[in-house]
C-alpha cells in the first residue's frame, strides 16, 4: 500500500543542537514538500524539494527519489523550532498528496 | 501577497447541526485542496478542485460532506448533519498548478461537535 514514514515520531533537543528527520515513502513522486506546523496550527513551508539538495538558513534539506527518502535537517536549533515537521508527498501513480505522520520536535532552553 | 484565508477560525456546534467553511485562495492559483486533520496525525485530503472542476473526491463523505468551488475562486466545505466524529481541522490550501506546484495552508477552521 502507499506508505510516507517518517521517523523520529518524537524528538527532544538541547537548544543549539543538530537533528536530522527523515521521509521515507513507497513510489515515485512529482512533489515533495516539508512543512513545520507550528504550535498554533498554522502550517508553514519550508521546502519544496522533489529532488536534488536545498538551504535555507540553519535548515537544509535532501530528497534522493531514486532511493525514495528526504532529509531535513535543522542546525543549531532554536526553541522556535518546536512543533511538527511533516513531509507532504504526491506520488506518481496516485496523483494524491500523502502527508507523513509527522515528526513532533520539541527544542529545550 | 495575501495567504490563504479560512473562517471561521473556531466551531462549536453541537451533533445534526449543520455547519460551513470558507476558504479564499492566494490570488492567481488555480487548484484547491480542503484537508482534514485529527489530532496528533497528519493531514488528509478530502477535495481538491482544480478551477471549478472537483477532479478529486474519493475521500470526502458523501453521505454528509459538500463543497463547492463557483468561479473557481472561493470554496465552501459543509457538513450536514455533523457527527461527533467530525471534530477536526478543516484545512484549505492552493496551488499555482496541480501535482508539480507548491501548496500553501490557510490557518484551518477548529471544528468541536458536542
Known amino acids: 500500500g502507499i506508505q510516507v514514514e517518517q521517523s523520529p515520531p518524537d524528538l527532544i533537543l538541547q537548544e543549539g543542537a543538530n537533528s536530522t528527520l527523515r521521509c521515507n515513502f513507497s513510489?515515485?513522486?512529482?512533489?515533495l514538500q516539508w512543512f513545520h506546523q507550528n504550535p498554533w496550527g498554522q502550517l508553514i513551508n519550508l521546502f519544496y524539494?522533489?529532488?536534488g539538495t536545498k538551504q535555507n538558513g540553519r535548515l537544509s534539506a535532501t530528497t534522493v527519489a531514486t532511493e525514495r527518502y528526504s532529509l531535513l535537517y535543522i542546525s543549531s536549533s532554536q526553541t522556535t523550532d518546536s512543533g511538527v515537521y511533516f513531509c507532504?508527498?504526491?506520488?506518481?501513480?496516485?496523483?494524491?498528496?500523502?502527508f507523513g505522520s509527522g515528526t513532533k520536535l520539541n527544542v529545550k532552553p | 501577497e495575501a495567504g490563504v484565508v479560512q473562517s471561521p477560525r473556531y466551531k462549536i456546534i453541537e451533533k445534526k447541526q449543520p455547519v460551513a467553511f470558507w476558504c479564499n485562495p492566494i490570488?492567481?492559483?488555480?487548484?484547491l485542496y480542503w484537508y482534514r486533520q485529527n489530532l496528533g496525525q497528519g493531514p488528509e485530503l478530502l477535495i481538491r478542485?482544480?478551477?471549478?472542476?472537483?477532479?478529486?473526491d474519493s475521500q470526502l463523505p458523501k453521505d454528509r460532506f459538500s463543497a463547492e468551488r463557483l468561479k473557481g475562486v472561493d470554496s465552501t466545505l459543509k457538513i450536514q448533519p455533523a457527527e461527533l466524529g467530525d471534530s477536526a481541522v478543516y484545512l484549505c490550501?492552493?496551488?499555482?498548478?496541480?501535482?508539480?506546484?507548491?501548496?500553501?495552508f490557510g490557518p484551518g477552521t477548529r471544528l468541536t461537535v458536542t
Open positions: 490550501a492552493s496551488s499555482r498548478d496541480r501535482g508539480f506546484d507548491e501548496q500553501y
Open positions: 513510489d515515485s513522486v512529482n512533489n
Open positions: 524539494i522533489p529532488s
Open positions: 507532504a508527498v504526491d506520488l506518481y501513480n496516485f496523483n494524491k498528496f500523502y
Open positions: 490570488s492567481g492559483h488555480n487548484t
Open positions: 478542485y482544480e478551477n471549478e472542476e472537483a477532479v478529486d
